[in-house]
């Protein structure tokens, strides 16, 4: 269908969850139901900060599932936090955190660690009638309609558990989809900790005896810290190695299919380790690096880029998918670091609701700062000046690095540093701002998952542009492959670092960026920048 017909549009507007949408809501959320239900695998929405992305996601999921009962929604977020907003906010959504989060029901840690497989193994514990977690996971997983959960739990979750087709996802709804990059690289990551492995698995001897030490000997020996990809002899290395454990987990399934719960934890942590390691041989695509490595001990491969594991780790645990952020930054861009093929998605940019006026952007001339910059002294004085012009207001530094932090703390007039947090604690700079009438927080670690809204901050300050760090080697491959990875990259953070203060429609800031870096990544990566924060744009200076 090439436009929706009135009685879908009438359903999402009776399952809308307040009187009055916001500014771009109801077009988003059309968008989204019309390219589903033409069966687009995915879609993204660029929805800015106050829009309403939780609103937006509620809706799309009540609108498919008054069209057909039958129909699953998954919520994934990028952090608890987020999470948590979910559930004071969304009605009937049911809620799963990873197992660290809920408390053992006979005092053994939380499932899975050493002391649960004990009393799972020696039957003190039965976990599908007394665990918290294995109880509300296994509801999540297979009652379920609207649930929930956060990127770690989503991308970690082994495919044989959560895209069985008694438990997948008709549609899975992303919010927070920038940090996807990072999570799917993260779950891909393969960790092998020997002392870990021998403590949590009891058949150690057959599964990680000579076969591993000689794996990750060996794949040391070949590659060391260069990039990989997995060879034939290698993934049949791999396979071989893989017969046992494989073998192992299935005559555990069938235990725990028998009835024997007392295996599940053990058969967890056996599928983790299978399905870690398989993603070694599933794609001649992908390509790996080392980054740790101790002799006979452990080993840590990681992917380089997310696009070649995104489908084990995401892609395989839902039918289709709605990525949402206030921060694409770029839609085919998006699409490539994430592994979407042309013609499989469809992109929305919502404009954005909050004035102009109330988020104007000042880029303020005379100071590239770089190895090369010197003129610190000026630079500081016009931090200090900038904070004294808001005396009486509260605002927040975004400083890239600690030691820039401390240097700028050092170099303030006593009047303005008696205003200052220099902190990465997240309590302690909240407290701050709470409690100081005109305080000012001074950080590398805000540029996101802060919410200084209203008089919380009435100016920000962006102190260096926030380019990523080429001696991490992982970071400076990619560049070298893609330079528009890394543009991307540095864009993202720096509007999530700009967005931070002005959080409404109704609220504002003023934000200064202290680097002429800036111009030039503007000029050079203008498809990767939203209009709505181009507009924003002055620049103060010569």
Known sequence: MDHLPQQIKNIIRDVFPFETPNPGQIDAIEFAVLNILNGKRHVILELCTGVGKSAVAQTIHETLYRLNPKHRTS??????????????????????????????PIGNDFYGAPKCKKACGSKACNPTEQCTYVKRRNTWLKDSSFRLTNNAFFCKAPEEFIASADHKSDLTIIDESHELETS???????????TTITSN??????????????????????????????????????????KGP?????????????GDTSYEAEYDTVSEIVESLSRLVLSDESEWMITEYT??????????????????????????????????????????????????????????PIPVENRKINIVKGFNIGRNFSDWDRYYKLIDMLMTKHKDERGVVHSVS???ANDILENLSKENAKRVLVSGNATDIMNHMRDTPNGIV???????????????????????????????????????????????????????????SVRGPSDWATTYIIDENIIKLVGQNMELFPDYFLEAISILGK
């Open 402 to 404: 600690f030691k820039l």
């Open 442 to 500: 001074i950080s590398p670690s805000i540029e996101k998952g802060y919410d200084f809204k209203g008089d919380l901050s009435r100016f920000q300050i962006i102190a260096k542009i926030p380019f990523g760090y080429l001696g991490d080697p992982h970071i400076k491959l990619n560049t070298e492959r893609n330079s528009k990875w890394y543009a991307r990259s540095t864009v993202l953070r720096l509007i999530q670092a700009c967005g931070r």
């Open 246 to 258: 494989r073998a192992y987990m299935h005559s555990l399934k069938d235990k725990i299919d028998s």
């Open 295 to 352: 002799k006979l001990k452990s080993i840590v491969i990681k992917p380089i880029y997310a696009a070649t594991v995104a489908n084990s780790v995401v892609y395989s645990k839902a039918n289709q998918f709605v990525h949402m952020s206030a921060t694409i930054c770029g839609a085919e861009e998006y699409a490539k670091t994430l592994g979407l093929p042309d013609g499989t998605w469809a992109y929305f940019g919502a404009d954005n």
């Open 75 to 104: 919520i994934v977020t990028a952090t608890r936090g987020l999470q948590n907003q979910y559930v004071e906010s969304v009605a009937n959504i049911y809620d799963l955190k990873g197992k660290q989060n809920y408390v053992c």
């Open 184 to 194: 799917i690289l993260d779950a891909a990551t393969i960790d092998l900790d020997l």
């Open 201 to 242: 698995v009891q058949q150690t001897n057959m599964m990680y005896g000579e076969p591993i030490a000689e794996l990750t000997a060996g794949l040391y020996a070949m590659y060391k810290t260069d990039p990989f990809h997995t060879t034939p002899e290698l993934k049949e290395l791999i396979r071989d190695y893989l």
